[in-house]
């Protein structure tokens, strides 16, 4: 696609007809970058502007902000929002399409069809989001009501958010972008992240399917200094996932937090290096009540995330349920095999758990056997 792109250098103004909120947008930097290093004589002389562009002077439609006194934050932040434009027009259809779906109803919807979601799926991966995509796909092979509108509250939400997106903190920008599917490559979450040192014992490691031929591998790790990291991996196809960091070991090293209004998700900044030591010990909630308002806390910071870990003591059921001190009953997300051995393991008794909740059941990764013992479950 061309667009029509204007400079005046005194003083700085810049014009360009992309459909950027943000100005100068990213096309006009990048013309004023080139000028500033290749000078005038790369741009022969006119006798006479384009009519598009004597318009625009007429009219005064400039941004009168220069690249040379922008920060290098500030080039940052372009680069962010110049990328999350491309999420106008799908959101815009995605939109369309909820507000339909409110009219008809959700049991009407569900109703109509094996695969209710198919065709916004294909249109939210037409529209470069594949994230979007991926979550209407999965909804059609496991299209429970209470996931349903999870998934709808959280699609609307990323749109109204979108829609003030100039007004977010960029941390929740980047997070609404991973919930889009727009990806941040590692160098750039190596630039633009928080690094952390610290002895990191990885706890539990899962793996899954996100989708036809692509597997995603979750590696929880947890620093001396209370904090918790998340290494993500991906295989495609038939290609099986690199080496990971077993379960149970300890290393020292630097990781860098991918920028996120509440940081998970890690890069080393650096091979890591092997360290013995003991399972360490970790906080755990107290109760099932206490999980829940920390999981709140957190929705507030992040609203669309996934996972969050979490150590509990629990007495494992042989119904796939399992009771906290207060007798409150929690749902486990595990095989039937597995769980069979907690409840060999526990005896009736409260069992130190490692794992993940979702905010509708809890996935056990790891498990402490005699306060000590540091074991890993296959769910």
Same mark, same amino acid.
């Given at each position: 696609m061309a667009y029509h792109i204007l400079i005046q250098s005194d003083p700085p103004q810049f014009h360009c007809s992309c459909s950027a909120r943000r100005r100068p947008c990213l096309h006009a930097l990048a013309l004023a970058d080139w000028y500033n290093r290749a000078g005038a004589a790369a741009f022969p002389p006119f006798d006479q502007l384009p009519e598009w562009a004597a318009a625009q002077v007429k009219a005064g439609r400039f941004a009168a902000v220069h690249p040379e006194n922008s920060s290098s934050a500030d080039r940052r932040a372009q680069r962010l929002f110049e990328r999350l434009e491309r999420a106008a027009d799908g959101l815009a259809d995605l939109e369309n399409w909820l507000e339909d779906l409110a009219r008809r109803g959700l049991a009407?919807?569900?109703?109509?069809?094996?695969?209710?979601?198919?065709?916004?799926?294909?249109?939210?991966?037409?529209?470069?989001?594949?994230?979007?995509?991926?979550?209407?796909?999965?909804?059609?092979?496991?299209?429970?009501?209470?996931?349903?509108?999870?998934?709808?509250?959280?699609?609307? %939400?990323?749109?109204?958010?979108?829609?003030?997106?100039?007004?977010?903190?960029?941390?929740?920008?980047?997070?609404?972008?991973?919930?889009?599917?727009?990806?941040?490559?590692?160098?750039?979450?190596?630039?633009?992240?928080?690094?952390?040192?610290?002895?990191?014992?990885?706890?539990?490691?899962?793996?899954?399917?996100?989708?036809?031929?692509?597997? /995603?591998?979750?590696?929880? %790790?947890?620093?001396?200094?209370?904090?918790?990291?998340?290494?993500?991996?991906?295989?495609?196809?038939?290609?099986?996932?690199?080496?990971?960091?077993?379960?149970?070991?300890?290393? /020292?090293?630097?990781?860098?937090?991918?920028?996120?209004?509440?940081?998970?998700?890690?890069?080393?900044?650096?091979?890591?290096?092997?360290r013995p030591g003991p399972a360490p010990a970790i906080a755990g909630y107290d109760c099932l009540d206490e999980l829940a308002v920390a999981y709140a806390?957190?929705?507030?910071? /992040?609203?669309?995330?996934?996972?969050?870990?979490?150590?509990?003591?629990?007495?494992?059921?042989?119904?796939?349920?399992?009771?906290?001190?207060?007798h409150k009953a929690v749902s486990l997300c595990l095989s039937e095999q597995e769980n069979w051995k907690l409840v060999a393991v526990a005896g009736g008794q409260p069992l130190r758990l490692f794992g993940e909740w979702d905010g509708h059941a809890f996935r056990p990764l790891a498990f402490w056997e005699n306060s000590q013992i540091y074991r890993t479950l296959q769910p």
């Open positions: 009407t919807t569900l109703g109509e069809s094996t695969t209710p979601f198919a065709h916004i799926a294909t249109r939210m991966a037409d529209a470069s989001l594949p994230g979007l995509a991926r979550l209407f796909r999965n909804l059609d092979t496991d299209a429970a009501p209470d996931q349903v509108a999870d998934v709808l509250g959280a699609c609307y %939400l990323a749109i109204r958010s979108f829609q003030k997106r100039e007004s977010l903190p960029p941390a929740l920008v980047f997070d609404l972008q991973s919930f889009l599917g727009i990806s941040l490559k590692k160098e750039e979450a190596l630039q633009n992240g928080v690094r952390v040192t610290d002895t990191w014992t990885v706890l539990g490691r899962f793996e899954a399917p996100l989708e036809e031929r692509l597997w /995603q591998r979750r590696l929880w %790790l947890y620093g001396a200094s209370g904090r918790y990291a998340l290494l993500l991996d991906f295989a495609f196809g038939d290609s099986a996932f690199e080496p990971g960091l077993p379960p149970g070991t300890h290393w /020292q090293g630097t990781l860098v937090f991918y920028p996120s209004n509440f940081p998970q998700r890690v890069v080393p900044s650096e091979e890591l290096r092997a806390e957190a929705l507030g910071r /992040q609203p669309w995330l996934h996972w969050f870990p979490a150590v509990l003591d629990l007495i494992p059921m042989p119904d796939l349920q399992a009771l906290d001190r207060e």
